[in-house]
């Protein structure tokens, strides 16, 4: 019984620690630079691709 009983309290704590990560890691700013840039695409010659 007592060893059913660490491994109940050591999964709880598992879990209770990977909320715990899950939840402070979210919110925040999103990053205000770089992001996407306009592509150039040059002009087709029409030459042999």
Do not use: C, N, Q, Y
Request: glycine letters at 16%; proline letters at 10%.
């Amino acid at each position: 019984m007592r060893f059913a009983r660490r491994i109940v309290s050591a999964l709880i704590m598992t879990i209770a620690a990977a909320g715990a990560i899950r939840v402070k890691g979210r919110g925040g700013t999103p990053p205000r630079h770089g992001g996407w840039r306009p592509v150039r695409i040059p002009p087709h010659d029409g030459g042999a691709e």
